[in-house]
């Protein structure tokens, strides 16, 4: 049973281009939430999604970034005209769909964006 | 989700037991005590939870206060793959069935020595 799986797992970008992370989930998961942290930084929530759904945005900014969960294919965190402040490791978890309370999240290996 | 405080770091030698400490003196009847640890260049992982009685897995224990206003993560003998950033969260009950958002701070920078 495949982990979270990340890909790409190293990006490089210049300023002003898009960034495009990807996130497939494990098997039967259909919650994923991606996670920021930038070096030497704790990890910072940035969004929440089911299927088609954003659930909790709370944390992304409010300008150049974007997600989705599609109903096919894998969830995509979009950076547009990335800055050097977006250079971070990006983290994608999922979870099942009735893991109450005390389930927990399963971790990606993240994808490292740097921009020069 | 309830704040948490852990000290910044810490340090151990390699096959002693580790006590990783954690105060949560506003935690609500219904948050659940989680540990994940992230290692190097790595995505956090899962270590263990509980709500109120003492846990124990392959990992690690859970230590529990009787008030629950702190508990304690137990590696009974550290290797050095051990050495991780571990982080206490307190989990509120979600809005949504099955969301399982975390809200992490800072964490305890765990050294072992060989």
């Known amino acids: 049973n495949a982990g979270v799986m990340q890909n790409p797992r190293h990006l490089v970008r210049r300023r002003g281009q898009e960034a495009r992370l990807r996130c497939s989930p494990m098997?039967?998961?259909?919650?994923v939430y991606w996670y920021r942290q930038l070096p030497e930084e704790g990890l910072k929530f940035m969004v929440y999604?089911?299927?088609?759904?954003?659930?909790?945005e709370s944390g992304m900014p409010k300008e150049r970034f974007s997600a989705e969960f599609p109903k096919e294919g894998p969830s995509i965190l979009r950076i547009q005209q990335v800055v050097r402040g977006d250079s971070a490791a990006y983290f994608c978890?999922?979870?099942?769909?009735?893991?109450?309370?005390?389930?927990?999240?399963?971790f990606g290996e993240g994808s490292r964006l740097t921009v020069l | 989700d309830a704040k948490t405080t852990q000290p910044n770091s810490m340090e151990s030698n390699e096959e002693e037991p580790v006590h990783l400490p954690c105060n949560h003196s506003?935690?609500?009847?219904?948050?659940?005590i989680h540990w994940y640890r992230q290692l190097p260049s790595q995505g956090p992982e899962y270590v263990i939870h509980g709500l109120t009685s003492n846990v124990n897995n392959r990992m690690a224990s859970l230590a529990i206060a009787e008030d629950r206003k702190s508990s304690t993560l137990i590696l009974h003998r550290a290797t050095l793959r051990d050495a991780a950033v571990y982080y206490c969260?307190?989990?509120?009950?979600?809005?949504?069935?099955?969301?399982?958002?975390?809200?992490f701070g800072q964490g305890t920078r765990l050294t072992i020595n060989p």
């Open positions: 969260i307190l989990r509120d009950p979600p809005l949504i069935q099955g969301a399982q958002k975390l809200v």
């Open positions: 978890a999922s979870s099942p769909p009735s893991s109450g309370r005390a389930g927990e999240l399963f």
């Open positions: 999604l089911q299927k088609e759904n954003i659930i909790d």
């Open positions: 506003t935690i609500s009847g219904t948050d659940y």
């Open positions: 098997k039967g998961h259909s919650h």
